[in-house]
């Protein structure tokens, strides 16, 4: 089944201590990206990877990192965290020259950051 | 750059009735996809339906049809015959033709529909 498995899907922390949010597509999708989603604010673009070794800031990077060592893999970093990182976290994919085909998201990730 | 915006936080169908949820977009592109997605409780983000902006014809997807008003920059969704399933938070979200390497989707702020029984 194609898809896009984030993991773990809710997740509760203390401010400064690392974490490392995962995600995985099996499409063989060049582009993947992250979106935090937060109360009246929709979805916001985080970090974006047009393929492997290949990222870039969205509208919202402070506080994240990620990387793309594989084409299936694209994690999200949080050095340290803190209260205002708390949100819903999607991670997306897609076929990179295909404009009008949907990204497709992963089930979410819950984070709580205390 | 490019803003989507829906007006309205909330709204409220009676089953088997027909509803209409608004969206609006800001671009000076010509070129460019229209989405809306759902997202039921589960947290799922689900592809209700697109829109290409240069085709004049309006998407349908089963129940679901858009009024799109290239104009306008009016993108509203219409769900007839509701069911209790269609209960969720609905997104618009615009896609440039022209980002080249970044595929971003920019969000409205969501509409929760509840649909009464």
């Known amino acids: 089944e194609a898809q896009v498995t984030q993991n773990p899907r809710y997740l509760i922390t203390v401010t400064g201590k690392k974490l490392t949010v995962t995600c995985s597509q099996n499409?063989?999708?060049?582009?993947m990206s992250w979106y935090r989603q937060d109360p009246g604010l929709g979805l916001r673009q985080i970090y974006y990877?047009?393929?492997?070794?290949?990222?870039d800031k969205g509208d919202v990077p402070e506080g994240y990192k990620v990387s793309r060592k594989e084409k299936r893999n694209f994690p999200l970093i949080l050095e340290s965290p803190s209260p205002n990182q708390t949100s819903l976290y999607f991670c997306?994919?897609?076929?990179?020259?295909?404009?009008?085909?949907?990204?497709?998201f992963g089930n979410g990730t819950r984070l709580t950051v205390t | 750059a490019q803003t989507v915006t829906q007006s309205q936080p909330e709204m409220s169908v009676q089953e088997a009735e027909t509803v209409t949820l608004s969206c609006t977009y800001d671009?000076?592109?010509?070129?460019?996809?229209l989405f809306w997605y759902k997202q039921p409780p589960s947290r799922q983000m689900i592809l209700v339906i697109r829109?290409?902006?240069?085709?004049?014809q309006n998407a349908t997807e089963n129940r679901f049809s858009v009024n799109f008003q290239k104009a306008a920059k009016s993108f509203s969704l219409k769900i007839s015959d509701s069911q209790l399933g269609d209960a969720a938070m609905y997104f618009c979200?615009?896609?440039?033709?022209?980002?080249?390497?970044?595929?971003?989707?920019?969000f409205g702020k969501g509409i929760t529909l509840s649909v009464r029984p």
């Open positions: 997306a994919s897609a076929i990179r020259t295909a404009y009008n085909s949907p990204l497709h």
């Open positions: 499409m063989n999708h060049e582009y």
């Open positions: 990877s047009m393929n492997v070794e290949v990222t």
């Open positions: 671009t000076s592109e010509s070129d460019y996809y």
């Open positions: 829109q290409e902006a240069y085709k004049q």
């Open positions: 979200a615009y896609r440039s033709a022209y980002t080249g390497a970044n595929s971003k989707l920019t």
